[in-house]
Each structure stands twice: as C-alpha cells, then as structure tokens.
C-alpha cells in the first residue's frame, strides 16, 4: 500500500452550474441542485427516489442504486450519507458501469456494522474487497499477510472511528490515474493503486433493508485534469 499522506484541497470557486456541464479549471460543481433528481437516473425496475429539504431519500425492500448520466474520470467528489438505525449498509460508487437492473464497479463503503470497514474500497459484482484485501481464495503467503496488515490497518482507533453512526458523514473520493484515495470524515482510509476502470457514472447507494431511509446531500465534484 502507498505511504499515505495528509492534504487539504483548496477550494478555488464553486460553479452551481448544472450536471451536463464541464468543470473549467477546477472549479466545484453540484451534482445535485437540492430541489429534483436532474442528471441522475434509477437503473432498476425498483426502488423510491424522494427530495426532502435538499436531501436525497432513497427507499426500497430491495437493493438499487441512483447514477449520474454523465461520466467522470479524474476528479475529486465530495459527497454527505446519514444511514438508518439499526442494521445498514451503502455506498459512493465511482467509475461504476451501469445496466439495467445492474450496477457494478468500484464502490466506497459505508458500513454501519461493528466491522467498521466505512472507507473501504469494494469492486461490487467483481473482485470484492480490495482494501481492506480478504485473500481467502489463496494460499500464497505474501498474499495471506497482506490480508492481515490491511485489517489490522482498519482496526486502528483513528479508522474505526472515522464514520459517526448516527449522524452525516462527509466523503470525499479522489481518482486520478490508477490513484484512488477514499476519506472518512477528512481521514484518509483507502489510498491504493489500480487501474480495471478509468471513467463511469458515480452512483449512492441503498442496500435493500425493507422499510429503511438512506438520505444523501451536498453531492459535488471538482474535475481534475
């Protein structure tokens, strides 16, 4: 795993400028306006899509997600997720591909177990875990120690602790190249190298738990060159 290394993104200026438009140098734009689901798109047959006070609600007995019509391959997002009570799980996909009923690819983890994995990068409906690495599949001994370093890594105080609960979390995702960094709450928890996927939609998550809420805001992206 790459040395990590703590930095802060400066914020040259804020464009409120629709999601079919570019960012010129670097400059933020929203990717949700906080009063409809403009430039966003449900893939399944399935699913309830609500604005509430500039929130997004997702709501379902089954898991789906919502994805932007546009495409994003270098870039930074930053985006806010308030899961539910009691048994949760969600996500920021990125980079992702999307087919009916079907949406696949890199995925930031929002864990709301006592696993503690909010941070996480997972490869929905491929490869699975990424960081932290799960190589049960394999007997190889540079692989098996790789497994345990990168749980070790996440059950850190500082990490285990990066997400709240039971309130809003902030994320923020940065790919550039085959670099993909995912923080929690400005602490850095994944920062590795791979390079499957270059571009796709971004997409938020609901996990499927029937008769839960999961609610999303602030949904923004700078776009790197």
Known sequence: MPLKVCFSIA???????????????GAWFDLFNGKDTTGWKNPFDHGQVKVVDSEIHLISDNMFYLVTEREFGNFIFEGEVKLPEGEANSGFMFRCHVEPNNVFGYQAEVDGSERRWSGGLYDEGRRQWLWPSQSGRTTEQKYLAYEKESKAFFAKPEIAGAIKRHDWNLYRIT?????????????????????????????????????????????RIRELE
């Not at 550039?176 to 995912?182: N, R, S, V, Y």
């Open 175 to 219: 790919c550039q190249g085959d670099t993909i960094k995912i923080e929690v709450n400005d602490v850095l928890i994944t920062d590795i190298h791979d390079d499957l996927d270059a571009r796709g939609p971004l997409g938020i998550q609901h996990h499927g738990e029937k008769g839960k809420t999961y609610k999303f805001r602030n949904l």
């Open 11 to 25: 914020i040259l200026s804020v464009c409120l400028a629709p999601l079919g438009c570019s960012a010129v140098d």
